[in-house]
């Protein structure tokens, strides 16, 4: 057990002879016990030194030894969900010495991604996508006789989500052979795991057993009142002491729970039902951050570590340092909007969908335990559970990250906006989101919800617009949205009194010449910055739909050039918006609309990105003169830029 993260690097003899899986399996199998304890002293090291996940990737040591020693990877193959917990496997499949790199720019993703190791058999980020994923590759297996193993690992957490079941259905009716594990590090799915049961499903994975049921089968099958008289008869003993009746129902082959920090058992277990045909379910118990005493005893806190740097050495203090302002998060700003505004409104109900933390809805859900559902991951349903709730004359308020949005887009569209009900929707992680990567980044929210008749939606640029434009948007009779990014603003005062700026309607903030930026969202400050050494003018839009027309027009009269800045996708966004309402109304005039291009942005620091992306200020002036210089290269305006 460790109770700190080492600061230099373990020794590790066994597992540095390990370059891939095929050098694991060389190893005795009483040798993986000392490869999981080297493994999670490594897994420890490398996190602390980059950062990352790495709870869910220490409650899968053993399993993830032990799926790679029983099959033949990559031919055979194994899909990871979530991704949170590959951290071991990119150890053992040859990345071990570019652990260091994790999340960094032009380094290793923190999820699977196909690109970087054929053991990546597929690029995940979002939950419960394993299933369909290795039933695919499982019936792609089958028809072209390939003969490989396929296997899906999946958490309780995933499981919940109604695609999980929607592949276990196909697979049970596909009798696809694959093997689903689920491991269950939250007891969320059933605490049976007492001794009654672990005999049994030993009993369950025993190769007496299996040959047993099978060889009984071919013979009671001819009598079928007799089979169906033994099928019922297992079915319920197992009911009796397993949670499996419910995947034995669906059709598979169940065996569990076991402990999956018993490597042995895991390898003797995994080998004999991967000899079994058809679908069938492992259920194994994990502990999530197992071997390190804080994330046992802390799994939501130790979810993911930041890096940690090291101390520096003592100094002379000289003088003072004068005391900076703490900066307060987006999804801490909508936390305090949230529990504020239900204190007034009995109405507000609060929903998310497995989001609570990261959106900032704990004090909510302590304070409005009665007025706070959260869902688990399950996107879809949280969507048409706020209309739901929307019909009887309550106010939802579903708090939602952008990229998890789009996956309950159909909801959004059809239950919610068409019958124009009454939802709010808080959108956190708008835009790009860092060193998690283009599977979580909010790059289209914008393009995706202003084509939605009904829908009103607004893109603060502070942590104090933020707020009001919360109470603006829950004020309003009809679905309404609010986009804000990851992290911190840029530091405004926050006025704690709800102030409803009105809908629709951006305000002037710096007056220039000849051109103007027309902002959306939080990249104000570098759009100021770029005025300010050029004279130009900046409009703080506040609102994608409706636009401000007047304001807008304006601009349009005054200026001979505008720009639009959005942290967006430039295709369908708020940019477009602007060029679509001045070329219905007739007017001519250049428009630039800088946003994020048409392409994946890989992981790296948010300013990284940004960067790349052209987005910084030193992006958007060389961007501006660039322009410039094309539409119009003999404009004196250009020698300054």
């Not at 869910?56 to 969900?81: C, F, N, Q, S």
């Not at 740097?309 to 003088?319: G, M």
């Not at 302590?366 to 959260?374: A, N, Y």
């Not at 005039?589 to 992981?603: A, F, K, M, Q, R």
């Amino acid at each position: 057990m460790f109770d700190h993260i080492p600061t230099e690097r373990p020794s590790t003899p066994l597992l540095d002879t390990i370059n891939s899986p095929a050098d694991l399996r060389l190893l005795e199998e009483k040798q993986l016990e000392d490869v999981a304890e080297q493994l999670r002293a490594y897994l420890l090291y490398t996190v602390g030194q980059t950062g990352g996940h790495f709870g869910a990737g220490l409650g899968v040591v053993e399993l993830t030894i032990a799926l790679h020693y029983v099959m033949k990877t990559p031919e055979d193959r194994l899909v990871w969900d979530v991704g949170h917990q590959t951290y071991p496997h990119k150890i053992l499949t040859g990345r071990r010495e570019q652990m260091h790199s994790i999340r960094q720019l032009d380094g290793l993703s923190g999820f699977p991604k196909r690109s970087e190791s054929d053991y990546d058999t597929f690029g995940v980020g979002h939950s419960s996508t394993s299933i369909s994923a290795a039933l695919g590759m499982a019936l792609s297996s089958e028809l072209t006789d390939a003969q490989r193993k396929c296997v899906a690992v999946i958490g309780d957490g995933a499981m919940t989500a109604g695609m999980a079941f929607e592949a276990l259905n196909h697979a049970s009716h596909a009798a696809s052979d694959m093997l689903v594990i689920l491991n269950d590090n939250n007891m969320s799915i059933s605490k049976n795991v007492g001794g009654l049961a672990n005999y049994f499903s030993k009993i369950w994975a025993s190769k007496t057993y299996t040959a047993l049921r099978e060889g009984s089968k071919r013979v009671l099958t001819k009598i079928p009142q007799a089979w169906e008289l033994a099928r019922r008869t297992e079915e319920h003993m197992k009911g009796m002491v397993s949670p499996g009746t419910l995947f034995e129902e669906l059709g598979f082959y169940y065996v569990g729970p076991i402990d999956g920090h018993d490597v042995h058992r895991l390898v003797h277990d995994i080998r004999n039902m991967l000899e079994i045909k058809g679908p069938k379910l492992l259920h194994i118990i994990t502990r999530k951050g197992k071997g390190y005493a804080p994330a046992e005893n802390d799994p939501v806190g130790y979810h993911a570590l930041n890096k940690i740097e090291p101390k520096k050495a003592d100094t002379v203090v000289t003088a003072t340092k004068p005391l900076t302002h703490k900066k307060t998060k987006y999804q801490d700003v909508f936390g305090q909007w949230l529990c504020d505004t239900a204190a007034e409104d009995p109405t507000l109900i609060g929903i998310t969908p497995a989001m609570c933390e990261g959106s900032g809805m704990v004090e909510f859900a302590r304070r409005f335990p009665d007025q706070f559902h959260d869902v688990a991951i399950a996107e879809q349903h949280a969507v048409t559970l706020a209309a739901g709730l929307a019909c009887e004359n309550l106010k939802p308020v579903v708090a939602i990250y952008s990229s998890f949005l789009q996956r309950a887009y159909d909801q959004l569209v059809h239950d919610v906006a068409l019958q124009n009900l009454d939802v709010l929707f808080a959108i956190d992680r708008a835009g790009l989101v860092g060193e998690d990567g283009p599977t979580h980044a909010g790059s289209y929210d914008i393009s995706f919800l202003r084509c939605i008749p009904n829908l009103i939606l607004a893109a603060p640029s502070n942590e104090n617009e933020c707020r009001q434009l919360l109470s603006s948007a829950y004020h309003h009779n009809g679905p309404a949205a609010v986009r804000y990014p990851r992290g911190t603003g840029p530091g405004t005062t926050i006025q704690t009194e709800n102030q409803q700026l009105p809908v629709g309607k951006g305000h002037t903030v710096r007056e220039g010449k000849r051109l103007c930026i027309l902002n959306f969202g939080v990249l104000l400050p570098q759009a100021l910055e770029v005025a300010e050494k050029y004279n130009f003018s900046v409009c703080d839009m506040r609102w994608v739909k409706p636009l401000d027309q007047n304001l807008l027009f304006e601009q349009a009269a005054n200026h001979e050039y505008l720009v639009t800045l959005e942290e967006n996708a430039v295709a369908g966004g708020a940019g477009s918006a602007v060029m679509e309402l001045l070329a219905t109304a007739g007017i001519t005039c250049p428009v630039l609309p800088l946003g994020l291009p048409d392409y994946y942005y890989e992981h790296g620091t948010h300013s990284q990105l940004l960067a790349h992306a052209g987005l910084d200020t030193m992006g958007i002036d060389t961007s501006i003169g660039g322009w410039l210089n094309q539409v119009q290269p003999n404009d004196p305006l250009i020698k300054g830029l």
